[in-house]
């Protein structure tokens, strides 16, 4: 059990990240629809993502990595700055979903823009983490 929580951590966080993506590309589109749904989505996911992260640290502690020299330093440093970017991205997501419910979308559009790159980078350096952690 313990083996496969990784690996179900990471594929929420890859659901979270296709989803935010393909919201971003539907609202390029002007498909406010599959804007809306992608975005809860994405939420919804990292969301859960957290849970299972959460749970499986309180449970089983965190995973020793293993790797020397160079691949060390780059493994903290990113590991430092997606912790970092998890955190701040926290209420630039909030602010733009408080602003979508109250169909502000000027509003909405300023603090989406700063959310979403900040949330992909999240994302991707969550993929490579987990990548190096159990397959470098
Ligand atoms: C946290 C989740 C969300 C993120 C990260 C997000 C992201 C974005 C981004 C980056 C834009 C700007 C597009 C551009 O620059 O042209 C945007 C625009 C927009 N979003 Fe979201 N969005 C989210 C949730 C939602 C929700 C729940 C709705 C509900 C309807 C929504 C409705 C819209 C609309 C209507 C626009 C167009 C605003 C305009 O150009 O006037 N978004 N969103």
Do not use: C
Not at 80 to 102: D, E, T, W
């Amino acid at each position: 059990m313990p083996d496969m929580l990784p690996l179900a951590n990471t594929l929420l966080i890859v659901i979270s990240g296709i989803a935010l993506v393909t919201g971003r590309i539907a609202i390029a589109r002007r498909n406010v629809a599959i804007h809306r749904a992608s975005m809860l989505t994405a939420t919804v996911f990292a969301v859960l993502f957290l849970v299972v992260y959460v749970v499986r640290w309180a449970m089983f502690g965190s995973t020793p990595y293993t790797g020397q020299g160079a691949a060390r330093t780059i493994y903290f440093g990113l590991l430092i700055i997606h912790s970092i970017a998890a955190v701040v991205v926290i209420p630039f997501v909030l602010g733009a979903l408080k602003y979508a419910r109250r169909e502000a979308f000027d509003e909405h559009r300023k603090r989406a823009r700063i959310a979403f790159p900040i949330w992909l980078f999240v994302a991707v350096s969550g993929w490579v983490i987990y990548w190096m952690l159990y397959h470098a």
